[in-house]
């Protein structure tokens, strides 16, 4: 069978493992998403699954879903008799489908982080909390993070003041009234359905008697409650993971959900400890980084046999300029002997402006790049945001959160002064806010006229029909292309590309509402877009990175301040910082490039001294052990 070909022993019974269940406890590259991808096909070919009986794959990230997704699709697969998705994804299903058994609309959209934070100053303000909005979002999340359904959630809740309880009450009672959910309650909501209406569940239980998990260390204890209320008693969900890749802590994941997940479902370990992916030197960089970490289990790995691979390049500038200069080049001379763009990928611990000068370096040389996620300035797209918002609003003109969350973007695109309320402007003394109101203002200026017109163009935009001509009439009408002119060149190419992106999705959508299909594309982000033929370099995040194999990895900006970040003082976070980078070397196939600089620009684009990051050391160690 040709999914099993090449399988080592221990993949092979982890492919063929049945009847418990079972957690694959590996390092990296060492075919943890292959044998979940070849068991996939292996059960669906062998005929051990009966035809109608469903395979349900779950991951974390986009990304890490569209890698399943891809090598499924490669051992021919027919793609509709599985199931693979995010928790995300898979939530959201569920809570189109159900979620009016706990009276949740049908009609809901996700929140957006701009929109969430309003909604939160709000009720912080009517509560009297003292909390930035940012800290109760977290707060929130946090305990959203760590319960099991909402009953969970809101004994949790009371654990803080009455303030912050009757704000985080106040929250969800507007998100409800408001049709929108937060990307937490997706999984609560869903585990919550399925402890209430256990009848629901078997219907999952018999579509999905199969259940796998890629990236286990990356979720949280509310997901790992979803993975086991999903499992039952059926004993046929297999997980796969390795604590050393646990990089999503401020999301509350913990490595120690990997041993939780064992405990709760009585699951067989399964190690590996072969890894195909990357040469002896690049693993004995990686090895000796993360030995400095505590409380791991250690895994024995091995390179690929008899393949010691070239040295791991380690360069230093004076500047972040000389260092985008040589990363070009460099592209450039392993372009010419033969490697492809896309086999190449530059990485990066997390966006700051300084690093838009690998940008304009790319494009200097030519070199076809994309950016997985948002770029470098984080502008946050605002630009497709106010496309999402309006549409919104077309299909819910009365919902005052999106509308508020729409006039503030309004206020922060044309600049205003953040002391001036522009909605509280708009509203003058009416009791609310509502299109019809904002259709007839009177125009003044710049920013009346661009608010006045799309207040028009939603309430006249009801009965059209197709999405993309619903986005034209957006675009045309929020000015959009004035806004993008304005712009340099790099960050207009990139907001361009994602608008382009957006109406493609939504040309491309089979929802049937507005809603449906809002929620469909919230869901998704750039990465799922990445399309290989593109042949391009890629930029991304150590994090978004992740479960990936690039010929060529250049890890860049490895300074402290970035790696460990500013938190990095904090043992547990130095330690994730740890794991973070570990995650970025063992992506490397063939060549490692490890670079810093010694001066690089500040958030406000003043030049600062930099030190080489404290974990260049802790790779350099030869002897760690002995030290
Ligand atoms: P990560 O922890 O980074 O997600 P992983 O454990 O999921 O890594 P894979 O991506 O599944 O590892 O495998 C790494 C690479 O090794 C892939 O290119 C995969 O196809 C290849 N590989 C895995 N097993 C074998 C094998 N038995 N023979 C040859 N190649 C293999
Ligand atoms: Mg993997």
Redesign the pocket.
Known sequence: MRCLK???PK?LEAVQFFDRNSMVF?????????VITSRIAYMLESGKLPEARRILAITFTNKASNEMKSRVAAFGVDQKRVRIGTFHNFCMWVLKAYGDKINLSREFTFISSNQQLHLLKQVAKDANLMMKPNDLKNRISDLKNSSVDFEDYLNKTRSGTQEFQVAAADYQNRLYAHKLIDYDDAILHTATIFKLKPSILELYHNAFPYILVD?MQDTNRMQLELIRLLGGNAKHVMA?A?DD?SIYGWRGALPTVIQEYIDLLAADKIILNQN??SPQRVLDVANRLIQFNDGRTEKELVGRPNELGDDVIGRWFDTWKEEAEWVADKIVELHSAGMEYRQMIILYRSRHPSLKVIDEKLLEKGIPFQHFGKNFQNKKQLLSEFIVASMKLIADPNNEVVLSALIYAFAQRFELNDDFDLYEYYKKDSDRLTLDRLAQIHVEDEIDDAVQRTAEFCLSAKDLKSFAKLYDGLYKALNIEEDLAKYDETTRHEEKRHLDLMRDRMSKSVASTITDMLAEIELQDDSNHIDQRMNKVGVSTFHTAK?L?YKAVFIIALEDHFVPGRNGGRPDKEQEERRGLYVAI?RAESKLFITHANQRTDWNGRIEAVRPSRFIDDMRKREVTES
């Open positions: 090449d399988l080592n993949q590996a390092g990296p590259g060492t075919g943890k998403t292959r990236e796969v390795d890749q195909y992916r479960g194999e063992t």
